[in-house]
């Protein structure tokens, strides 16, 4: 399947002041007269603000119900051979539409089957009725090794450390998996604070389509930038394709950048990737406030601080680069799996490792409670666990891209310790189910360069609103992401 690449920013309108009427003198009123006729209005309008009010107060929280329809954005390959796996974390088997538009196809998935699309152009994956809850897709490839996990629509996405210069720059691509059109606006952090973009505000997304949205044209710049894209309508699901290109270098480098869904005061980065090159952490500091952020190392047996390490200052609504090379590289890193960042305020941030003539990036992990799965290429690979909530323990189960199972275990985790296991080298489908605590959890493939598939948690039911009788603004239907 092949599809062109389709639209380019679109800019709200911009509406004209309205100019205002003045008003006639038209006689004067007796003042009982003007009491007889506003009197009832007043009662009126008051009892049915106050009816209104109650109706407000009385509406409850949205009620969780089956969810019927999933759909996944899978970002564009970042070259011929990266392929979508599609598969299930439940017990349903069938066919799932992958695809755009007309041109989607059916895909068998199920607890022993793995389904594959090898299109490198980005795609939506559909599922409907006992499929829907569990759908997992992501996008994968080798030489240099790659994963993005295919995501579903959302509110809000932040991307920290995108490059707008000749030597770093990045791609957004915003897929509408919906059938009528989206909008989405994306404002940008630098260095110095924030960025006027408006050819970044209004972006329209045709339904079933996608736009890509390269920043080095739009927004020329050398220094790290953070994106956040937030849907004013519809549905979207945002991606970034992140590419280094060192001048007198050899041939540039691609990986995905993950996003994340907020800031947040406390985040831990897992996989950290092997060999020679740099490696950049970025910060951005949406708030009001200075941001104070200090750094922790992550290993199996601990979680700490390194001697005389100086903590990171933020300033508001900014974008700061450290490098964390030296960190990584001393003897105090020797077996460290990921970075815990704390901060006096909230943050986003990015691990981005250039390194081997590769490209990888960690970013913060979303917790993990209930079973989640990603999808990861052939390679050497680990689990990576981290901040388990108490004491307890994580369900692992592994399987090849044709569904076959090749390991079942279960991994016991506790606080304020990590752990790193070992996994089938062949293994493309892994899934872990916590009991008893919750944690956060990424899988690392290295050999040809280094993949890092990082678990968050699965759609699985939707959200009914709690409708009543009453003012027409109450009605209205909700769902996760949306």
């Not at 390679?379 to 076959?404: C, H, I, K, M, Q």
């Amino acid at each position: 399947m092949s599809h062109p690449s389709t639209g380019q920013p679109t800019g709200r309108p911009t509406g004209r002041p309205t100019g205002r009427r003045s008003a006639t003198r038209r006689g004067r009123l007796e003042v009982t007269a003007v009491l007889a006729v506003l009197a009832p209005v007043l009662t009126g309008s008051l009892l049915l603000l106050g009816g209104a009010e109650q109706e407000v107060a009385d509406l409850g929280a949205p009620k969780e119900t089956t969810l019927r329809t999933a759909a996944l954005g899978c970002p564009e390959g970042r070259k011929d051979g990266d392929r979508v796996l599609v598969a299930t974390d439940g017990e349903a088997t069938g066919e799932v539409r992958v695809g755009r538009g007309a041109d989607a196809e059916n895909v068998e998935v199920g607890p022993e089957s793995i389904g594959i699309d090898t299109s490198r152009a980005p795609v939506t994956v559909r599922a409907d009725g006992e499929l829907a809850p569990g759908l997992v897709a992501g996008r994968v490839g080798g030489s240099p090794l790659g994963a993005a996990q295919c995501a579903s629509p959302s509110a809000e996405t932040w991307f920290t450390g995108v490059g707008a210069g000749p030597e770093h720059s990045s791609v957004l691509e915003l897929i509408n998996p919906g059938g009528g059109r989206a909008v989405a606006d994306v404002s940008v952090l630098g260095s110095d604070g924030p960025i006027e973009a408006d050819q970044l505000l209004g972006v329209v997304v045709p339904g079933g389509d996608r736009v890509r949205l390269d920043l080095a044209k739009l927004l020329p710049r050398t220094d790290d930038l953070a994106v956040r894209v937030v849907t004013t309508r519809g549905r979207v699901s945002a991606s970034v394709l992140d590419v280094v290109d060192r001048i007198g270098s050899e041939a540039a480098v691609r990986d995905w950048l993950p996003g994340q869904d907020s800031p947040q005061r406390r985040s831990t980065l897992l996989g950290l990737a092997g060999g020679d090159g740099s490696r950049t952490l970025v910060l951005a500091n949406p708030g009001e406030s200075e941001a104070v952020t200090s750094i922790r190392l992550v290993t199996p047996e601990s979680t700490f601080a390194p001697r005389d390490l100086d903590d990171v200052r933020v300033p508001p609504q900014s974008v700061v680069r450290v490098s964390v090379g030296a960190l990584l590289a001393s003897d105090a890193a020797e077996g460290a799996i990921g970075l815990e960042l704390d901060s006096s305020a909230p943050v986003t941030a990015s691990l981005r490792q250039a390194v081997d003539g590769d490209l990888t990036h960690a970013v913060p992990l979303e917790r993990i409670a209930d079973p989640s799965a990603v999808l990861v290429p052939r390679g050497a690979t680990r689990l990576l666990l981290a901040d388990a909530e108490a004491t307890g323990s994580v369900r692992v189960v592994v399987r090849d891209d044709r569904g076959r199972q090749l390991a079942a275990r279960t991994v016991e985790v506790e606080r304020d310790r990590g752990a790193s296991v070992g996994l089938p080298d062949a293994a493309a489908f892994v899934s872990v189910a916590p009991r008893g605590t919750s944690v956060l959890a990424a899988v690392v493939v290295s050999g040809d360069g280094t993949a890092i598939a990082g678990f968050s948690p699965l759609v699985r039911a939707g959200l009914v609103p709690d409708v009543r009788p009453g003012l027409p603004e109450q009605a209205g239907a909700q769902s996760p992401g949306s």
